[in-house]
């Protein structure tokens, strides 16, 4: 089995910064594209970064300049640093991975459960 958990949401007021966290663990055996979408009340989930394995980075056209995906592979963890946050960047954000696990020759995503970014002052 595999879980993914986020931490590093919470309160924050506009202009200010965040640093979310997606550590994976399980019976993993690699970790191919990692992602980060987000919600807000009453819309749909929306993309919002990923990150291959060759380093290519794409961000969704609200966030670029402003966010930053990255990852540790000794960790099993995926970052998402987000500057100069906007009361419109509130929502609960969940990473994505894909992943393969030990033992298997597919590739399947995950998600996590989710933490919540509140912007306002």
């Known amino acids: 089995q595999v879980q993914l958990v986020e931490s590093g949401g919470g309160w924050v007021q506009p202009g200010g910064s965040l640093r979310l966290s997606c550590t994976s663990s399980g019976s993993i055996f690699s970790i191919n594209i990692v992602s980060w979408f987000r919600q807000a009340p009453g819309k749909e989930r929306e993309f919002v970064a990923t990150l291959h394995t060759s380093g290519t980075t794409n961000y969704a056209d609200s966030v670029k300049g402003r966010f930053t995906i990255s990852r540790d592979n000794a960790k099993n963890t995926v970052y998402l640093q987000m500057n100069s946050l906007k009361p419109e960047d509130t929502a609960g954000y969940y990473c994505?991975?894909?992943?393969?696990?030990?033992?298997?020759?597919?590739?399947?995503?995950?998600w996590g459960q989710g933490t919540q970014v509140t912007v306002s002052s």
């Open positions: 994505r991975n894909l992943i393969k696990e030990t033992g298997t020759t597919y590739l399947k995503f995950y």
